[in-house]
């Protein structure tokens, strides 16, 4: 990080190499739509090599997720004013990129299904839920990290976290056609 903050560009370049997983995985899960990611992620990275300045101590990949939900937001915002989407968004599915080198077809099939059932889960979250429940479970955040990245109380985030957790366990339940009593 020292190395970047003096315009070291090959040290910058490891850190996108280290840190784009986690922030193309929220940007995807936060918009469902690879090329939407793909265009933050690097929209993310950019922003935070000019803002290197900027960077105080603490978690850099807080503070790289807090900037990918920011765009993602902003994103999101410029979406429902203008009520588009390409066609290159419609036609894509969202899916996980790490998934193994050969796995079976019915493998293949049964991944595919669940990540699209998880995914309408978390499409039906609001943005605020939908970012705490990424932010701590799948991008492995503590609370306070993810509060200061979503710039909420510590108490907020908790409420929005087991909201949006008890959602997606009803949204999950009820796709599967089981509900708990």
Same mark, same amino acid.
């Given at each position: ?9 090959? =040290? ?23 090329? =939407?990611?793909?265009? !933050? ?6 922003? #935070? ?12 990949? =807080? ?5 990918? #939900? ?20 419609? !036609?894509? %599915? ?14 293949? %099939? ?36 993810? #509060?200061?990245?979503?710039? !909420? ?24 056609? %089981?509900?708990?009593?």
């Amino acid at each position: 990080m020292q190395r970047s903050r003096l315009g070291d560009l090959t =040290a910058f370049n490891q850190l996108v190499e280290r840190y784009q997983g986690p922030v193309y995985n929220l940007a995807l899960r936060m918009l469902s739509y690879e090329a =939407a990611a793909e265009d !933050v992620t690097q929209e993310v990275f950019l922003s #935070a090599y000019r803002a290197l300045g900027q960077y105080r101590e603490g978690s850099f990949k =807080a503070w790289l997720l807090t900037i990918t #939900a920011n765009a993602c937001r902003d994103l999101l915002r410029k979406r429902k004013r203008r009520q588009e989407t390409s066609l290159e968004e419609m !036609v894509e %599915t969202s899916g996980d990129r790490s998934v193994s080198p050969s796995p079976t077809p019915e493998e293949y %099939t049964l991944r595919r299904e669940v990540q699209r059932e998880i995914q309408q889960a978390l499409n039906h979250l609001s943005h605020d839920h939908r970012l705490a429940v990424l932010l701590v479970n799948l991008q492995g955040l503590d609370y306070g990290e993810a #509060a200061r990245a979503m710039g !909420v109380s510590l108490g907020t985030l908790k409420s929005r976290l087991s909201r949006g957790r008890a959602q997606l366990r009803e949204h999950l339940l009820t796709a599967r056609g %089981t509900r708990e009593p």
